[in-house]
């Protein structure tokens, strides 16, 4: 079969293996009906384990009662996580595997599959061994069971990933800048754990960045425009194989992820406090040069004042492209 239009479309297009097995297109399917639950699995040199998640994943999901199926991709692993993948596609039948002919990062294979998703829920997780996947149809019964929930989130009681002396205090940094600009409390920013229901994310999917901040970027869409979240605490377990997580690079780009999302969906509340005390510090500024010298302010003082004015301007004028989009 050739490559599928899910993958023609996507506008990095990550290519696929030849002879790999198209993605559906988005509620097409002419052998069976759509299933109720899409499952996207990232795979990246998790030939020692993966099947094993497989597994537990398959298995849950068989007790559960609901129809699913699981997108296992492959992202150009260098070991061989696709043979292994190859063999459980045999043995779980709800089980498809996508393979990729370059590393496109977990955002770009989550993204894709989010996209290509026939279920009307979607589940992210991770093929580490980290997350209780036999959990999963726990959250995808809450979202059946409460309408007014569009996302629930596994939030990590306990941080056992690498560089733990370094990433707890990164993360509470992060997740408080991200709180305080959402201005709502966030559990867990970054969990790899969660299910959302699609037709909720699609207009937010194109947002998704190649890395891992793209767990962050799908909890601040949805809570930037009054999607409901619900966060269920779950036991994170210490991975199993290599990390893929670098703790100076991607923690820079979850920062940014973070502004960016806030810039995107309310710039005001990122800018404005920024631009007003600017302002209120060059008058009080200004009057205190005009009481010394009466006939001159000082140059920083001016130059104080118009950064303040400027910076509200590009609030102002943000916040009106934001509103004036159809999105």
Request: aromatic share 8%.
């Given at each position: ?13 990550t ?8 993605l559906?297109?988005l ?10 639950v ?11 384990h ?34 292994v993948?190859r063999e ?5 039948p709800?089980v498809?595997?996508?393979p ?16 290509a998703a ?16 036999e ?9 059946d069971?409460n ?15 690498t ?29 790899g ?6 037709e909720?994310a ?20 949805f ?15 210490r ?7 670098r703790f100076?690079?991607?923690?820079y780009?979850?920062?940014l992820?973070?502004?960016?999302m806030v ?9 404005m ?14 009057v ?8 001159r302010?000082?140059?920083n ?13 590009m609030?102002?004028l943000?916040?009106?492209i ?6």
């Open positions: 079969m050739g490559v599928g239009k899910a993958m023609l479309a996507d506008p990095e297009r290519a696929l293996l030849p002879g790999a097995p198209a559906p297109p509620g097409e399917n002419a052998d069976a009906p759509p299933p109720r899409t499952i996207v699995l990232p795979c990246y040199n998790e030939e020692a993966v099947k094993l998640e497989i597994a537990r994943i398959c298995d849950a999901m068989d007790a559960s009662g609901y129809s699913y199926e699981v997108l296992a991709v492959d992202d150009a692993s260098t070991d061989s996580t696709l043979g993948l459980a596609e045999l043995s779980y709800n498809r595997v996508v990729f002919l370059r590393n496109g990062g977990a955002g770009t294979v989550r993204r894709i599959g989010s996209q026939r279920g009307d829920i979607v589940v992210w997780t991770d093929a580490d061994m980290t997350y209780p996947n959990r999963i149809p726990e959250l995808v019964r809450m979202l069971d309408p007014a929930i569009d996302q629930v989130v596994g939030a990590r009681t306990s941080e056992e990933g560089y733990k002396l370094l990433r707890v205090p990164a993360k509470w940094f992060i997740r408080k800048v991200a709180e305080w600009l959402i201005d709502q409390r966030i559990p867990d920013l970054n969990s754990l969660r299910a959302f229901r699609r909720v699609q207009p937010y999917l194109r947002l998704l960045p190649a890395g891992f901040s793209c767990v962050t970027t799908i909890t601040l869409a809570l930037s425009n009054q999607h409901d979240i619900f966060y269920l605490p779950i036991e994170y377990s991975r199993s194989g290599n990390s893929k997580f100076v690079a991607d923690g780009r979850y920062i992820q973070v502004l960016r810039m995107y969906f309310n710039p005001i509340k990122a800018l406090p920024l631009a007003l005390w600017l302002l209120a510090i060059g008058v009080v500024k200004g205190v040069d005009i009481a010394v010298h009466p006939v302010l000082a140059t003082t001016v130059l104080i004042f118009l950064t303040g004015l400027i910076i509200g301007s609030a102002l943000a916040d009106l934001v509103r004036s989009r159809p999105d």
